[in-house]
């Protein structure tokens, strides 16, 4: 069964920077897209960012130049390095992946920045 865990969420002050993790795990031929989106209360979640197998990335506008998303393939793991952080990147975190054409998410992490 594969699973997707988050991890290194959590709360920083404004400007601060914080890295999240994710790991695949489980039997896994190939990993096709993966990302990070984002849900705060009372919005719909979002996509913040996004790679391919190859590397290609994409950003929401809000976070392009501060947030960075990179992958490595020998580890089934994708990064967020989310730096310059602001109040209104408050939100739960979710990672997601197209693992042979399935779509997985992970339970989700928290950011919380203070202003």
């Known amino acids: 069964q594969v699973q997707l865990v988050e991890s290194g969420g959590g709360l920083v002050q404004a400007g601060g920077s914080l890295r999240l993790s994710c790991a695949a795990s489980g039997i896994i031929f190939s990993i096709n897209a993966m990302g990070w989106y984002r849900q705060a209360p009372g919005k719909q979640r979002e996509l913040v960012a996004a790679i391919t197998s190859g590397g290609s990335t994409n950003y929401a506008d809000s976070v392009k130049g501060r947030f960075t998303i990179s992958r490595d393939n020998a580890k089934n793991t994708v990064y967020l390095q989310m730096n310059s952080l602001k109040p209104e990147d408050t939100a739960v975190y979710y990672c997601?992946?197209?693992?042979?054409?399935?779509?997985?998410w992970g339970q989700g992490t928290q950011v919380t920045v203070s202003s």
């Open positions: 997601a992946a197209e693992i042979e054409l399935n779509d997985y």
